[in-house]
């Protein structure tokens, strides 16, 4: 089993939309998803022009498999669809309890 961690960073104003269609295509594709909504984590990082700063979801999905072609597409259609150089997809592999 695999726990998918994606650190989706979201823009100021409304993050609900983009959150939304991300939720409706994990839990289509995977059966369900969890996202930390409530307590945005912020992304810090230095670029040429000084500190910047990103407010970051934590989104979760499960998978008995890892489809690495899979969520590589996914990772480069996020970044196109939020406008970011790099959006970080993470896993581990887990055992369920």
């Known amino acids: ?3 998918i ?3 989706v960073p979201i823009p100021n104003g409304n993050a609900r939309a983009p959150l939304e269609r ?3 295509e994990l839990t289509a594709t995977f059966g369900g998803v969890t996202m930390h909504v409530t307590a945005p984590a912020e992304g810090l990082w230095q670029s ?3 500190a910047e700063r990103d407010r970051i979801v934590m989104v979760e999905v499960m998978a008995k498999d890892l489809e ?3 969520w590589a597409a996914y990772r480069k259609e996020l970044e196109a669809r939020l406008n970011q150089d790099e ?3 993470r896993s581990s592999v887990i055992e369920r309890l």
Do not use: D, N, S
Request: glycine share 12%; net charge positive; proline share 6%.
């Open 68 to 70: 690495r072609v899979w």
């Open 5 to 7: 961690e994606i650190l």
């Open 22 to 24: 991300i939720r409706q």
């Open 1 to 3: 089993m695999h726990l």
């Open 48 to 50: 040429p022009g000084g």
């Open 87 to 89: 959006v970080v997809i």
